[in-house]
């Protein structure tokens, strides 16, 4: 069970917990006003920032532990995200009172692309995202916020996933959460600090585990994992799929890609 889960979880799994969608934390101002300037102040600091890390891990090919330290503490306050399975995107968006989908920040500031692979749930109907600012995209609030039924939202998520993405959860000032993010590695600005050595994110409630009587070792699995966390071990002669569970972040996408069953995600 992840750090937030302790401290923000009430005996559950932390982004399982009604209290961290609720209203009350809507009515906290500074919650608010962060909301207002989230595209301009967060999204676009955070595409320079990233920009300057990634120069600076290509010259050292590390960065120093007090900024990496200073980077995540800020995120765990602000934005931090963790990585969640179709079967908890089923859970979470099924309940919600509203869904909207909204174009992802991250490839706007970055290459200034419209793809709308980014959704908020609002479990009452004093919505949150009323107080993003569409005009950032150049759109009306109409136009920007397309409003969804909670089945059709999980019906997209899912052709999602078959296209590679990987479902993230993301808090709007913690322990508030608003937002699921599907998003390629190349795009999402959380998950390029990952290649960085910088964790925005905590990895998923689940692992990755192959049966080892069902795979065949035909390598497709490791395609499929942008984690880097595959690789093919010998098993009495045959050559069969390995998890590092240390390196997984429990996204599933390994377990689609396997054309005999043979990987299920189990708790971590």
């Keep these: 069970m992840c750090e937030f889960c302790t401290q923000h979880g009430d005996g559950k799994v932390w982004f399982k917990n009604a209290e961290n969608y609720s209203r009350d934390l809507m009515s906290d101002l500074a919650r608010r006003q962060y909301i207002n300037d989230f595209f301009t102040s967060t999204i676009e600091d955070g595409v320079v920032t990233i920009g ?51 174009p992802c920040a991250c490839r706007w500031a970055s290459m200034k692309k419209e793809n709308r692979c980014c959704y908020s749930v609002s479990y009452s109907p004093d919505a949150w995202y009323k107080d993003l600012d569409m005009g950032y995209f150049g759109l009306a609030q109409d136009q920007g916020l397309e409003s969804l039924a909670p089945a059709e939202a999980i019906m997209q998520m899912e052709e999602l996933e078959k296209n590679g993405a990987v479902h993230t959860i993301w808090t709007m000032m913690t322990p508030f959460i608003g937002a699921i993010c599907n998003c390629q590695p190349e795009d999402c600005l959380g998950l390029r600090t990952l290649a960085i050595d910088v964790e925005t994110m905590f990895r998923g409630e689940q692992v990755a585990l192959v049966d080892e009587e069902l795979c065949t070792g035909c390598g497709a699995c490791e395609e499929e994992c942008h984690f880097k966390a595959i690789s093919s071990s010998s098993v009495s002669g045959d050559h069969k799929a390995h998890i590092h569970t240390s390196a997984c972040f429990g996204c599933g996408l390994c377990r689609n890609g396997c054309p005999v069953d043979a990987i299920s995600m189990v708790r971590r």
């Design 52 to 102: 300057r890390l990634e120069t600076l891990f290509g010259k050292k090919k590390r960065l120093p532990a007090r900024l990496i330290n200073q980077i995540v503490d800020k995120a765990k306050v602000e934005h931090f995200g963790q990585v969640v399975t179709m079967e908890d995107i089923r859970e979470l968006v099924g309940k919600a009172a509203t869904v909207v989908r909204l």
